[in-house]
Each structure stands twice: as structure tokens, then as C-alpha cells.
Nanobody, 127 residues
Framework: QVLLEETGGGLVQAGDSLRLSCAFFGPTFNMYAIGWFRQAPGKEREFVAAINWNGGQSYYADSVKGRFDVSRDNAKNTAFLQMNNLSPEDTAVYHC????????????????????WGPGTQVSVSQ
């Protein structure tokens, strides 16, 4: 059994920062890539960022490059998403997912290919 839980969301103003955490409960955290996705009202779930099993490779959507940083601490079974210079367009529920490392890296961008999901944390950015 694997469970994920996101924390760190909140209500901020444009230009502010937030750091989201993704806690992983289960065996072999270092055998999973971690992805971050977001879903805004009326929109499809959207890829944000991902990080491979050992943190050596990371990937970002064009809309967040230069503003967001994804990282992980395998000793603590936790992944992070540092979000800087937030704008109202970033408002969404943010979810982390875990993908078994046997899956090709190209599938990091597809939410349907993740094995486990957390319930999400709300990020709201006012003008």
C-alpha cells in the first residue's frame, strides 16, 4: 500500500511564493518518479513538473520554467515543489503522483500513467 499527501497550499498574492511538500507513505520511495500536476476549475489536469527516482533529472512545463523548482529528499520520503512569483493563472488544486521507475521517462507528462495520487492541496493566487 502506498499513500501520498500534499501540504503547503494556501491563499497568496501575485508575486508571492509557496513551497508544497509531498509525503510518501510506503516502501521503496526511491523506486518512484514524482510528478506534480494541477487542475483549475473548468480545465483539464495539467502537467507542472516531475523528478526522477534520485533527483538527478527534472522536467517542467513551459508555463512554470524559471519560476518553479522540483526536488526530493529520499532520506525523508518527501518531494517538494517550490513555487515563486506566483500569478493568478497558477490557481489550482495541486496533486503529486508517484510513477514506478520501470515506466519510460516520456510518460512522466501523462497523468494517466501514474500509479498513486495524493488528494491535492489548494493554491489560490489573488491579483
Amino acid at each position: 500500500q502506498v499513500l501520498l499527501e500534499e501540504t503547503g497550499g494556501g491563499l497568496v498574492q501575485a508575486g508571492d511564493s509557496l513551497r508544497l511538500s509531498c509525503a510518501f507513505f510506503g516502501p521503496t520511495f526511491n523506486m518512484y518518479a514524482i510528478g506534480w500536476f494541477r487542475q483549475a476549475p473548468g480545465k483539464e489536469r495539467e502537467f507542472v513538473a516531475a523528478i526522477n527516482w534520485n533527483g538527478g533529472q527534472s522536467y517542467y512545463a513551459d508555463s512554470v520554467k524559471g519560476r518553479f523548482d522540483v526536488s526530493r529528499d529520499n532520506a525523508k520520503n518527501t518531494a517538494f515543489l517550490q513555487m515563486n512569483n506566483l500569478s493568478p493563472e497558477d490557481t489550482a488544486v495541486y496533486h503529486c503522483g508517484a510513477q514506478w521507475e520501470g515506466v519510460p521517462q516520456a510518460l512522466y507528462f501523462e497523468h494517466e500513467k501514474y500509479d498513486y495520487w495524493g488528494p491535492g492541496t489548494q493554491v489560490s493566487v489573488s491579483q
